[in-house]
């Protein structure tokens, strides 16, 4: 069973983005990216330009979380300029397969996440069409928040449904992942892991990534959903 760590840099140094991508670029999945609109959250932090810059100048794939209103619009553009995963919030999309198709389209991969407070359970009919679900552990807007446990049943249900429909869809969880938190997030039934002010506000971003990845490796390979 593969799992992967997403480190987000929302919580590194903006002003030099291709080398804090750099330090974790020997362990990481992935470079979790979030752009937020202050619209659809109230937080403004980056947009394509940014993201286009980072495709040319970083090794390791883009992993865009998009918390933006009029996904519709605005998401196909991220694949459009190298994006390797695509993510939109359902809350804002008007036509989500539309967008997943739009996004699949321009060779990238398409997620879908939910808020804290929205249901999984509207939404199983995306699953065969997505190849990501995020579920947030936090209220999207701001890095550095505490994990909401409660969000573990959501992620269970997940696991539950893409086990029963055979399907190649990953569990993304994000927000107040860290080592003291990983293992339930794994054991719930999640694979791809966001983790950012755990990974940058330590001196050693790319130490911690790998002590992430053993915490979770641990708890998936006895976990009630790995196939043994």
């Not at 670029?25 to 394509?48: E, K, R, S, Y």
């Not at 992993?63 to 605005?74: E, Q, V």
């Not at 008007?94 to 509207?122: C, F, H, N, Y």
């Amino acid at each position: 069973m593969g799992l992967r760590i997403s480190p987000s840099i929302l919580s590194a140094d903006f002003g030099q983005l291709t080398a804090e991508c750099a330090r974790v670029a020997a362990v990481a999945d992935w470079i979790h990216v979030d752009v937020m609109d202050n619209h659809f959250v109230p937080n403004l932090t980056l947009g394509l330009p940014v993201v286009e810059s980072l495709v040319k100048t970083v090794t390791t794939p883009i992993d865009c979380h998009l918390m933006i209103a009029d996904p519709d619009r605005w998401a196909p553009g991220y694949a459009e300029v190298g994006a390797g995963s695509v993510t939109f919030h359902i809350e804002a999309a008007k036509s989500p397969k539309q967008i997943a198709s739009d996004i699949r389209a321009q060779g990238a991969r398409v997620g879908i996440a939910l808020k804290p407070g929205t249901a999984l359970e509207e939404y199983v009919d995306l699953l065969p069409h997505i190849d990501m679900l995020l579920i947030m552990t936090v209220e999207p807007g701001f890095g550095g928040q505490s994990f909401m446990a409660d969000q573990m049943s959501k992620v269970r249900m997940a696991r539950e449904l893409i086990k029963a429909g055979d399907l190649s869809v990953w569990i993304q969880v994000d927000g107040g992942v860290s080592a003291a938190t990983i293992q339930e997030c794994a054991d719930a039934g999640a694979d791809t892991f966001v983790a950012g002010s755990a990974v940058y506000q330590s001196a050693d971003p790319a130490s911690v990534v790998s002590t992430l990845r053993e915490l979770a490796t641990a708890a998936t390979n006895t976990s009630w959903w790995c196939a043994h």
